[in-house]
């Protein structure tokens, strides 16, 4: 069982090193937390359960897994670059709009500072989600 386990672990851990871009081998990376927890908790419980020479194995294997697991994931979490640059108003010509993408979360009953923030933003276009008959009511002006 411990084979089966280490080398499932294992398989996670190197799918995404595929250059093949099939969802098959690119959502392991989606689950690299989660590869990361189990296998922490599996190699404990192979530690604590050591009876044999083919154990090492996969000790060694489970920290070469949680060793790219958190490589993987620190990577992304350790990434504090800014992506976007600050907006400047001045920067943008007149031929540019402005958009605005608003959840306005349905059971939210603070209608009137929803109502007094869009008005403040005048984008140009508005998108509004969780939008019931509540909603539209309270939204018309």
Do not use: H
């Not at 050591?50 to 992304?76: H, P, T």
């Not at 933003?121 to 509004?128: G, T």
């Amino acid at each position: 069982m411990k084979i089966i386990i280490t080398v499932f672990l294992l398989i996670l851990t190197i799918l995404p090193f595929s250059k093949n871009r099939s969802w098959v081998f690119r959502m392991p990376l989606y689950l690299s937390l989660q590869v990361l927890v189990i296998s922490l908790i599996y190699l404990v419980y192979c530690i604590i359960t050591l009876s044999d020479y083919y154990d090492w194995f996969y000790l060694v294997i489970l920290l070469f897994v949680l060793v790219i697991q958190l490589k993987r994931i620190l990577g992304f979490a350790l990434d504090f670059k800014r992506q976007v640059p600050d907006y400047d108003p001045l920067k943008f010509s007149s031929n540019t709009f402005s958009l605005i993408s608003y959840n306005v979360y349905q059971d939210n009953e603070k209608y009137d500072v929803v109502v007094a923030y869009l008005k403040s933003v005048n984008s140009d276009i508005l998108l509004l989600m969780e939008v019931d008959d509540v909603w539209a009511q309270k939204l018309k002006p």
